[in-house]
């Protein structure tokens, strides 16, 4: 992929064990609360964002990591 793809995208992971692909979509729709909309894609341990919306990807740089039942999620 060339940088122009990833100009909409963050990556996150789990410093411990990854939790569900399910359970992570639901939580970061719910604690995000985005304009737009939010592609998730994973990757072995690596959750891809890709926003349609920079301003959602910004909101989402700034809040940065945190914790999803316990575990801490890196952004």
Known sequence: MGAKEWEHMIVGYFVDKKLPYSLVKSIVEKRW??????????????????????EDRDYVLDEGSFHMLGKLFII
């Open 33 to 54: 609360k985005l304009e737009g909309q939010v592609e998730i894609l994973l990757d072995g341990d690596l959750f891809y964002f890709n926003f349609n919306k920079p």
